[in-house]
């Protein structure tokens, strides 16, 4: 009996060094910034490191957890520490007092909760945000695809909309059409994961955008695996527990408006061969079609809106593909039943709610959030575009993105629903 508890003392103990010398060698190259802070955003359970079964071996799974939480939270002091030895403070960020209370602060940043300067109102409304959002997630009534599954059920592959940036604890899933190309800009900017001649970038709007949307550019979830191997999915677990997770959504209708505009009303290389093309051919019965956007749009042949409604509705487009990122649902690109996100951002408020977020990441004396696009799509014209569009088909592209309606808090468009 005595043999086999030493075996397992000794293989506990060598494990337990093993992870610690693997932690400590990622954080010296730099290869993912390990740096966690030890505020907690809202608690959540953390389960317990996958292992194959036995009762013994998930005891040790678990003493893995412990340990690697005691390490990262002991290990937040010291890189507190080597960071503020680096790193100067930018020399227009004023000083505040409340810095001197630094115990849940790494690598110069205070992530504790911050409700300075907060309008009540602003507060409530992100109550009510996430509180429609997890009372629909845990209602039976409404149902959809992926609802009832686990984040760990969740394929590497859908998690790469997942933006992480390790250096103020902060997790943003970005949903095209959304103002996430000036969103990766700030993400950019605070994870100083792009340099400019050498130094990283400070304002956002300098970022070129062909380099916003390059995805090596940023490290999101998909890539974990390549970097932590099996500990993965648990690092993920930690770092959702620990971080500030964010996101902005908006109309659901109004969104795919703004897709189909961006993307066929104007000349896309990329789009027109990869969609406008069989959208034509099967949608607009175009059998011969240029080989270019530019020749096609010469020749006046474009994708209509009420194509674009086919190809959507068309139960054979997702059995070649899932739908573009563009026009995916919400629910499928931030998995926000299975992610419980501490700040629900919209496009109709967007000044407001870039604001308070950037406040409550006390980075709003870094930068600022750059100006909205006054131009964008708006909800008011959802009945010109729909006007053209058979009923029946209507009704059948909310229910495609009914949960996206209802988890988001949008009024479901009767008007465009009924004759």
Wanted: hydrophobic share 40%; with cysteine; aromatic share 12%.
């Amino acid at each position: 009996m005595a043999k086999p508890r030493l075996f397992r003392l000794w293989l506990a103990l060598g494990s337990a060094l093993m992870i610690l010398l693997i932690i400590v060698y990622w954080d010296n190259v730099g290869t993912a910034h390990f740096y966690l802070h030890t505020s907690w955003s809202r608690p959540h359970t953390l389960e317990a490191l996958p292992t194959p079964g036995q009762g013994e071996e998930k005891e040790f799974a678990s003493d893995v957890d412990e340990f690697l939480d005691r390490l990262l939270s002991s290990g937040a002091k010291h890189s507190d520490l080597s960071r503020r030895k680096v790193e100067q403070p930018l020399a227009l960020a004023p000083s505040k007092a409340g810095l001197s209370h630094m115990e849940e602060s790494v690598r110069g940043y205070d992530w504790s909760p911050h409700d300075a300067q907060q309008s009540p109102d602003q507060d409530r409304q992100q109550a009510e945000r996430r509180s429609v959002l997890r009372d629909f997630c845990a209602n039976a009534s409404l149902a959809f695809p992926t609802k009832e599954r686990s984040f760990d059920d969740i394929p590497n592959y859908e998690l790469n909309h997942l933006i992480v940036d390790d250096r103020h604890g902060v997790i943003y899933c970005y949903v095209p059409k959304v103002a996430c190309t000036n969103w990766k800009r700030v993400m950019i900017v605070l994870s100083e994961s792009l340099l400019d001649r050498g130094a990283p970038y400070r304002d956002p709007l300098d970022i070129p955008r062909e380099h916003v949307h390059n995805s090596s550019t940023h490290l999101t979830f998909n890539k974990f695996w390549r970097r932590y191997g099996k500990f993965s999915r648990h690092l993920m677990k930690v770092k959702l527990k620990k971080y500030t997770k964010f996101l902005f959504v908006r109309d659901p209708f109004v969104r795919l408006i703004s897709a189909f505009r961006s993307k066929f009303e104007l000349e896309n290389e990329e789009f027109y061969r990869k969609f406008a093309v069989p959208m034509l051919r099967l949608y607009a019965n175009h059998s011969s079609l240029p080989a270019s956007v530019s020749e096609a749009f010469s020749a006046g042949l474009k994708v209509s809106f009420a194509n674009f409604i086919q190809y959507l509705l068309d139960p054979h487009t997702e059995k070649l593909a899932p739908f573009n990122e563009h026009w995916r649902q919400v629910y499928r690109l931030c998995h926000p039943c299975q992610i419980d996100y501490d700040f629900v951002g919209k496009l109709e408020t967007l000044d407001e709610d870039a604001a308070q977020l950037l406040r409550l990441l006390k980075v709003d004396s870094q930068l600022h959030f750059p100006p909205s696009y006054r131009n964008r799509t708006a909800s008011s014209w959802e009945e010109d575009w729909f006007g053209h569009i058979p009923l029946a088909w209507r009704q059948q592209l909310y229910k495609l993105y009914e949960a996206d309606f209802v988890l988001f808090g949008y009024p479901k468009p009767e008007n465009l629903l009924r004759d």
